[in-house]
């Protein structure tokens, strides 16, 4: 069973932000984490703020993605938690309009 989840229908209305993302825009992820619970729960907390924040959104999803997985897994790295036999797996939507774009970063003992 999965650790975390993320669940987000309307992106601009859960940021309470005149966002510049096109409308409509929902996020959705399962995080499952390995070694615990914590890297699942460090990147439920920052994945989208990374996401909606990155320079590349909303011109090129794939680029923003990849830059918020990469700062989620920085942020974990220089948390307190040092031991690299913690990770997690994602599985994450996230959808502009009729577009969706899926990501699955699938890494040994990271979140990347």
Known sequence: MEDEHICIDD??????????LQAPGSFYGVLDGHGGTDAAAS??????KFLTEDQYL????????????????????DSR???????????AALIFGRFVRLSMPIAN???L
Do not use: Q, W
């Not at 990147?43 to 989208?48: E, S």
């Open 58 to 77: 909303p011109t090129s999803v794939e680029k923003a993605m990849r830059s918020a997985f990469f700062m989620a897994d920085h942020v974990f790295v």
């Open 43 to 48: 990147a439920c907390k920052n994945l989208l």
């Open 11 to 20: 992106i601009v209305d859960h940021l309470r932000a005149d966002a510049d």
């Open 109 to 111: 003992n990271n979140l």
């Open 81 to 91: 938690y040092l031991d690299c036999s913690f990770g997690t797996t994602i599985l």
